[in-house]
């Protein structure tokens, strides 16, 4: 008999008594149930203080094209059993550097659109009563605009660095003010964010018209198109990313379909010509420094997706998030 007892599943500790991981040299990393990165569930860390609490958004009921983003969520929590502790590329420890926790699923209305913004706006504004940052796994990007809402309550008007193969600021599809489609104007026009400082990037594809363009502009984005990555490189949009949102508190809203759909096959409104998963990353990294107060990483849709690659790239992207969160 080893003496080791198969039921525990000890943690890897962090400084200051923070809780960290399950430790996969003693408990497998495939087994138990998955929360993100296997870390500690809101429940399990007492009254401790939370800097980060991870939480799902399952709710497709604002989609245009593919449904299933509802089941997010769980495949990008399935999909980061691998991550590890220490984070060579930024050099820094994500999980002892700060508490994060998952916090689980809220439970969305998925009949009711107005009822379902209500449902994340005030789970989203009781979570950052514990909470001082929110990283929410949607879900489609309809959830983008009550999370905006909960945090316009705690830091005001904020810069948006919404990375996306779409501009999702579109008015009204079949009449409905309220879709995956539309969560940045309804945020512009009810003054949520700062018009000076947000940007999309990646945007790519067709559109409705010339006409998306100037309405965009008006309502305070400035755009750098796929067409453009390789001329401006990931290092120059880094650049031009921090010259635009300097010391202000910034929001990173991530729809999964900016990256290609050979590297994000797993989403509902694929768009050719996206982003490499390793241009992402980067890019997600040379945002340590910046004032990150929220994350959403939306639009994962599993059912179309093949060996997790999907789930993969969005459990690296909130990694490298977390990371750049606490790097430097
Ligand atoms: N995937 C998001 N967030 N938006 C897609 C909008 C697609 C369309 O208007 O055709
Ligand atoms: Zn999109
Ligand atoms: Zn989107």
New binding site residues.
């Given amino acids: 008999m080893t003496g080791r007892d198969p039921w525990a599943t000890p943690r890897v500790a962090g400084p200051g008594g923070r809780v960290g991981p399950v430790d996969a040299s003693l408990s497998p990393r495939y087994g138990g149930a998955a929360t993100f990165a296997r870390l500690p569930r809101l429940d399990e860390i007492g009254t401790a203080d939370v800097d980060v609490a991870v939480l799902g958004a399952p709710f497709d009921t604002g989609?245009?094209?593919r449904p299933g983003a509802r089941f997010g969520p769980g495949h990008v929590r399935e999909s980061s059993r691998l991550l590890r502790p220490f984070n060579p590329a930024l050099g820094t420890e994500p999980f002892a550097r700060q508490q994060v926790v998952d916090a689980g699923d809220l439970a969305i209305n998925p009949f009711d659109i107005d009822e379902a913004l209500a449902d994340v706006e005030t789970g989203a504004r009781t979570l950052l009563e514990r909470a001082t940052r929110l990283v929410t796994l949607g879900g489609?990007?309809t959830v983008a605009l009550p999370l905006l809402r909960a945090l316009h309550a705690v830091h005001g008007p904020v810069a948006v660095l919404h990375l996306?193969?779409?501009l999702?600021t579109?008015d009204t599809?079949f009449g409905a003010a309220y879709?995956?489609?539309t969560?940045f104007r309804r945020a512009s026009e009810e003054g949520l964010l700062d018009a000076e400082a947000c940007m999309h990037l990646g945007v790519r594809g067709p559109l409705?018209g010339p006409a998306d363009l100037t309405d965009d502009r008006a309502l305070g984005f400035t755009a750098v198109p796929c067409t453009e990555l390789d001329a401006v490189g990931v290092p120059g949009l880094v650049e031009r990313v921090r010259a635009r949102v300097g010391d202000r508190p910034v929001y990173v809203s991530l729809?999964i379909?900016v990256l290609d759909p050979a590297f994000a096959p797993g989403?509902?409104?694929p768009e050719a010509g996206g982003m490499t998963s390793r241009e992402l990353l980067a890019l997600l990294r040379g945002f340590a420094g910046l004032r990150l107060v929220g994350v959403d990483v939306?639009?994962v849709a599993p059912a179309y997706d093949h060996a997790q690659v999907t789930g993969i790239a969005a459990a690296h992207a909130v990694y490298e998030l977390l990371s750049a969160m606490v790097a430097g």
Avoid: I, K, L, R
Wanted: no cysteine; aromatic share 18%.
């Fill in positions: 989609v245009s094209f489609d990007h996306d193969a779409h999702d579109w599809y879709t995956h489609g969560p409705y729809d379909d989403t509902g409104t939306v639009e």
